[in-house]
C-alpha cells in the first residue's frame, strides 16, 4: 500500500529558514498537501502542489516536488514562534475529496529563540 | 460560517461500553471522514462516506462502524470500545475530488 513518511522533529531558530522533507511511494500520486496541526486543534490545510508541478510558493511557504525520487518539501522562510506545530504531508491519487488522504506521521517544528 | 463540529471534545468510557462520536458539518459536503490519530502512527483512516447511505471501510475499520443517514452527519460508532481505542478521533469533510479536506478539532477518547 502506500506509505508517507517524514522526521519525526525538525528544531530551528526563530529567524531561520525551516525545511521539512516527505518521502512517499505511490507512483500514482496526483495531489500532494501539506497540512498544520496546533495543539489540540484539527488539522488545517497549508497548502497543496498537484504532480504535474516541480514548485508552488505562497508567501512565506515554497513547497518542492521531486516526482521522479517520489519526494517532497516544505520550506518556511523567516520561521516565528507562530509556525511552531506538527506539520503532515499527505497524499491522494484521486484528489482529496475521495477516498481520503494517506498521511505521514507527522513532523514536529519546534523554535528555538 | 459553515463549520465542521465534533462532540464530545473529551469522552471517559469503559471497555466493552458502546460509544458514539458526533460529527456535524454545514457545508453540504458529499464526502465525511473519521481518522484517528495515535502516536507514532500519524493518522490512519477509519471509514469514510460519499454520500446518504454510503459507507466505506478504511484502514483500520475493525470495531467501528459509521451510518450517513443524512448529508450533515456522521457519528462513529465503537461497539465494543476497547482500550486499543484510545485515541484522538477526528472527522473531516470535502465537497468532492479535488477539494480540500476541513477538519473538527477532534475529540479526546479514554477507555479504562
Known amino acids: 500500500g502506500e506509505d508517507v513518511e517524514q522526521s519525526l522533529f525538525l528544531s530551528v531558530r526563530e529567524g531561520d529558514s525551516s525545511v521539512i522533507n516527505c518521502t512517499y511511494t505511490d507512483s500514482s500520486s496526483t495531489y500532494l498537501y501539506w497540512y498544520k496541526q496546533e495543539p489540540g486543534a484539527g488539522l488545517q490545510l497549508l497548502t497543496y502542489?498537484?504532480?504535474?508541478?516541480d514548485m508552488k510558493q505562497d508567501q512565506r511557504l515554497t513547497v518542492l516536488l521531486n516526482k521522479k525520487d517520489k519526494h517532497l518539501s516544505l520550506r518556511i522562510a523567516d520561521t516565528q514562534t507562530g509556525d511552531s506545530a506538527i506539520y503532515f504531508c499527505?497524499?491522494?491519487?484521486?484528489?482529496?475529496?475521495?477516498?481520503?488522504?494517506?498521511f505521514g506521521k507527522g513532523t514536529h517544528l519546534i523554535i528555538q529563540p | 460560517d459553515a463549520e465542521i463540529t465534533q462532540s464530545p471534545r473529551h469522552k471517559i468510557t469503559e471497555t466493552g461500553r458502546q460509544v458514539t462520536l458526533a460529527c456535524h458539518q454545514t457545508?453540504?459536503?458529499?464526502?465525511m471522514f473519521w481518522y484517528r490519530q495515535d502516536l507514532g502512527h500519524g493518522l490512519r483512516l477509519i471509514h469514510y462516506?460519499?454520500?446518504?447511505?454510503?459507507?466505506n471501510k478504511g484502514e483500520v475499520s475493525d470495531g467501528y462502524s459509521v451510518s450517513r443517514s443524512n448529508t450533515e452527519d456522521l457519528p462513529l460508532t465503537l461497539e465494543s470500545a476497547a482500550s486499543s481505542q484510545t485515541s484522538v478521533y477526528f472527522c473531516a469533510s470535502s465537497g468532492g475530488s479535488n477539494e480540500k479536506l476541513f477538519f473538527g478539532s477532534g475529540t479526546q477518547l479514554s477507555v479504562l
Open positions: 457545508w453540504n459536503h458529499n464526502n
Open positions: 499527505a497524499e491522494t491519487h484521486s484528489g482529496g475529496g475521495a477516498d481520503g488522504l494517506t
Open positions: 462516506s460519499y454520500g446518504v447511505h454510503d459507507t
Open positions: 502542489i498537484f504532480s504535474n508541478m
